[in-house]
């Protein structure tokens, strides 16, 4: 079973960028069909930020996202990354990376659809 470690969150001041990393053990990255970043902030719901295909550079943002994040792999590195640009206070929550056996069409931002998940790491963003 793979085991997601993701890394790079910070505290740091509105329109800063912070990069976001998830690697693999136990499997690579590339064993699961579709990749993505979900955040949880104090009181809230587990929600989607980004996603991408394993196999390809298809990506998929959440509408509060887009234009500001970037998610990316690196197979060969087994590597996942999410470039955060223009950070607002809104983003402080905590990062998770994912991975998924389904599709990212069928997976979708269902936390239910899936499969394994990283520790989490802080994003704190102040005024």
């Known amino acids: 079973r793979v085991q997601l470690v993701d890394s790079g969150g910070g505290s740091v001041q509105a329109g800063d960028s912070l990069t976001l990393s998830c690697t693999a053990s136990g499997d690579t990255l590339g064993s699961s069909n579709c990749m993505g970043w979900f955040r949880q902030a104090p009181g809230k719901e587990r929600e989607g930020v980004a996603r991408i295909l394993t196999a390809g550079t298809t990506t998929y943002y959440a509408d509060s996202v887009k234009g500001r994040f970037a998610i990316s792999q690196d197979l060969s590195r087994n590597i996942m990354t999410l470039q955060m640009n223009g950070l607002k206070p809104d983003d402080t929550a905590m990062y998770y990376c994912?991975?998924?056996?389904?599709?990212?069409?069928?997976?979708?931002?269902?936390?239910?659809?899936?499969?394994?998940w990283g520790q989490g790491t802080q994003v704190t963003v102040s005024s």
């Open positions: 994912a991975t998924s056996t389904r599709g990212c069409t069928y997976a979708g931002f269902v936390t239910g659809n899936w499969n394994n």
